[in-house]
């Protein structure tokens, strides 16, 4: 049973075209977090979530925003994407102080 | 078996045999020690952790050793067999900032045939 869900699995967007991605998780985990991914590298954090609680990284672009609504969903909206935004982008989740499980990633390619 | 002293980037593992990754961290105030498994296409796959207080973890067919001592991390995946194929990540967290994960580079394991 799919514990970290992610849709779409692939994203095709225009150079510019605002696009989001979306998370959902049945583990009623706590912290939600968001990673990008490029090609041979280790998953960079982006944010996370703790509960209500927006923690940005410092190196984290103004053109990557999220949001919670709920416990269960969490989205990724990259306002003007650019080809440099081209990853796969890893949605995680963990209690509060327990293993991260991550979903299957969403393929960002931007034209 | 085969095993890397250093980490290096790739690994190729003879189908059977026994394979260790290696991990180097720096924070000797790091208190909790993951591995994932990151096959082509897909996100990482938590395998086995360990936390500061102990310095050796088993589970199915893996092994975790953790050497506070050099700060060095290592998987020992017994009779590696071709789904054992991907990259190998080792993540550790330090209190109070536990709930972010500190990635090290990744090594890619082939399993020849």
């Known amino acids: 049973d799919a514990m970290v869900i992610q849709n779409p699995r692939y994203q095709v967007t225009q150079f510019g075209k605002p696009v989001t991605l979306s998370c959902s998780q049945t583990?009623?985990?706590?912290?939600m977090y968001w990673y990008q991914q490029k090609s041979s590298q280790a998953p960079k954090l982006l944010f996370h979530?703790?509960?209500?609680?927006?923690?940005n990284e410092a190196d984290t672009p103004d053109n990557f925003q999220s949001r919670r609504p709920n416990t269960s969903f969490c989205f990724l909206d990259i306002r003007s994407p650019g080809l440099g935004d081209a990853a796969m982008y890893l949605c995680?989740?963990?209690?509060?102080?327990?293993?991260?499980?991550f979903g299957p990633g969403t393929r960002l390619l931007v034209l | 078996g085969e095993s890397v002293g250093l980490h290096l980037p790739t690994l190729s593992v003879q189908e059977g045999d026994n394979s260790i990754i290696n991990c180097a961290y720096s924070?000797?105030?790091?208190?909790?020690f993951i591995w994932y498994k990151q096959e082509s296409g897909k996100g990482p796959q938590f395998i086995i952790d360990?936390?500061?207080?102990?310095d050796k973890r088993q589970g199915q067919r893996v092994t975790v050793l953790l050497n506070k001592t050099v700060k060095h991390l290592s998987l020992q995946i017994a009779a590696t067999q071709p789904g054992d194929s991907a990259v190998y990540f080792c993540?550790?967290?330090?209190?109070?900032?536990?709930?972010?994960?500190?990635f090290g580079a990744g090594t890619t394991v082939t399993v020849r045939a």
């Open positions: 995680a989740t963990s209690g509060r102080r327990e293993t991260q499980y």
């Open positions: 360990i936390r500061s207080n102990m």
């Open positions: 583990l009623n985990h706590n912290v």
């Open positions: 924070n000797s105030a790091s208190d909790y």
């Open positions: 993540a550790e967290t330090t209190f109070p900032n536990d709930y972010k994960l500190s």
């Open positions: 979530y703790y509960d209500k609680d927006f923690n």
